[in-house]
């Protein structure tokens, strides 16, 4: 059985345990993949440069931090060891505090259906990764709302406040990208946990890797076109 997630391929493989454990609990190929989505949003539009990057930190801190921290406090396998709670409560929270401040900035001025996606970013932050109301909201679905269309309308939402045909366009490949990632991640999980050899789970791994990277690299393409 695998006690930690520490030999996971997006685990950087030198430096210190705690060095290696703060990379990795931020699941950088995955959070890329999230803000991959705001800025397929952002493209879906006539976007600004500056709430581009705004919306990019807003889900960075939210969801690459604070939902990843609030997963290992409310995983009860302790899927990255003993980390202490406090800690990952103080890092979830401060991280909270700057994404709703940026949110609820742009919400104010001018972006205002920020507030209803924010409200549901925030319940499903909550309910999903604390495993909440029985774990009722930890599901493909809730992964794919959040994780997948949410972020693609907010990425619109914060440039001019409205959401385009085209915005929807890209928040179904997005939702579909995320839904081959989570159920792809969960029977890679349950194998890694079986400590099955490499090459029985290999093929679910290449298939995390190509997704996520398809999607980074695949934004970075479209973003440059775009705006050079």
């Keep these: 059985m695998q006690n930690d997630r520490l030999s996971e391929w997006f685990v950087p493989k030198f430096g210190s345990r705690n060095f290696r454990l703060s990379i990795g609990i931020l699941f950088l190929p995955y959070t890329g993949m999230v803000i991959s989505f705001t800025i397929w949003g952002a493209l879906s539009v006539e976007f600004s440069f500056d709430r581009l990057v705004s919306i990019c930190l807003l889900y960075f801190f939210a969801i690459g931090v604070s939902a990843h921290c609030l997963d290992a406090l409310g995983s009860k396998k302790k899927p990255w060891g003993d980390i202490s709670h406090t ?15 940026v949110g609820l900035y742009f919400a104010f001025l001018d972006s205002w259906l920020l507030f209803p996606i924010g409200i549901l970013e925030g319940f499903f932050l909550f309910a999903y990764n604390l495993e909440l109301f029985r774990g009722k909201f930890h599901n493909n679905l809730t992964f ?57 789970y290999y093929k679910k791994e290449m298939i995390l890797k190509i997704v996520s990277f398809t999607v980074i690299f695949g934004t970075i393409v479209m973003f440059t076109l775009r705006y050079l």
């Design 144 to 200: 794919v709302i959040s994780w997948g269309i949410l972020p693609v309308f907010a990425g619109a939402v914060i440039q001019y406040n409205s959401i385009t045909m085209e915005t929807i366009f890209f928040s179904a490949i997005a939702g579909l990208a995320s839904y081959i990632l989570i159920s792809t991640s969960r029977k890679y999980k349950e194998l890694k946990q079986q400590n099955v050899h490499h090459k029985i």
């Design 87 to 101: 800690k990952l409560w103080i890092a979830s929270i401060i991280s909270l505090i700057i994404a709703f401040s």
